[in-house]
């Protein structure tokens, strides 16, 4: 079965522009979540997304959003960038208890 | 404010001894707890997990131990190998809630041959 899949792998991107990020979960997994990692803050939680509804939302600005298709893949989109967006976003999809993540998108802000 | 805390960044351990990594928490609603480990530029993989109605739980040379009165768990490696070198992170659920995660720091182990 394949794993959770995320693209690009690697952006670069200048403030203030927008930019929107994939995932594929894994093949029957409802649920997908975002995080954000950055080397301080460790992996923070984005958003989550069930049956194309997001079901639990993380302490974000509203810059960041996101959304979640029928087929279960979703997209996180940030807009306005600003230098401090630039991170590993990581999207994770899970059955049950265990989330399962993909190899993340790194975002480069300059 | 930093819910789930691992105090030690970086832990060097030689091979075949014990890796202890240590996780503290904050929230009494936590009931779900997992470890993952992460290597350089993939994302983080599922390690062991433990419900807070045990206090230890084993798989193979991984064990997880949970301390509820003092809000700890901690993740014993033995014996430790070179390939467990990789950053591993705790995590946190609340009952019910387990898609919202909260993930600790982080503490980037090095398994000296």
């Known amino acids: 079965k394949a794993g959770v899949t995320q693209t690009p792998r690697y952006l670069i991107k200048t403030r203030g522009q927008q930019v929107t990020l994939s995932c594929s979960p894994i093949?029957?997994?409802?649920?997908v979540s975002w995080y954000q990692q950055t080397p301080g803050q460790g992996l923070q939680f984005l958003f989550e997304?069930?049956?194309?509804?997001?079901?639990n939302k993380g302490n974000f600005p509203g810059r960041f959003s996101g959304r979640q298709f029928s087929n279960s893949r979703s997209e996180m989109n940030v807009s306005t960038l600003e230098l401090g967006d630039s991170a590993l976003y990581l999207c994770?999809?899970?059955?049950?208890?265990?989330?399962?993540f993909g190899p993340g998108t790194r975002l480069t802000v300059l | 404010d930093q819910q789930v805390k691992q105090n030690s960044p970086s832990l060097s351990v030689q091979e075949g001894r014990i890796s202890i990594l240590n996780c503290d928490y904050t929230?009494?609603?936590?009931?779900?707890f997992l470890w993952y480990k992460k290597y350089p530029a993939e994302g983080p993989t599922f390690l062991i997990s433990i419900s807070s109605i045990k206090d230890k739980n084993e798989d193979g040379r991984f064990t997880v131990f949970l301390n509820k009165s003092a809000k700890h768990l901690s993740l014993h490696i033995v014996p430790s190998q070179p390939g467990d070198s990789a950053v591993y992170f705790c995590?946190?659920?609340?009952?019910?809630?387990?898609?919202?995660?909260?993930f600790g720091t982080g503490t980037k182990l090095q398994v000296i041959p």
């Open positions: 997304y069930f049956s194309e509804t997001q079901r």
């Open positions: 995590a946190a659920s609340e009952a019910g809630g387990y898609q919202k995660v909260t």
């Open positions: 994770a999809s899970s059955l049950l208890d265990t989330q399962y």
């Open positions: 093949s029957g997994h409802r649920s």
């Open positions: 929230n009494s609603m936590f009931d779900y």
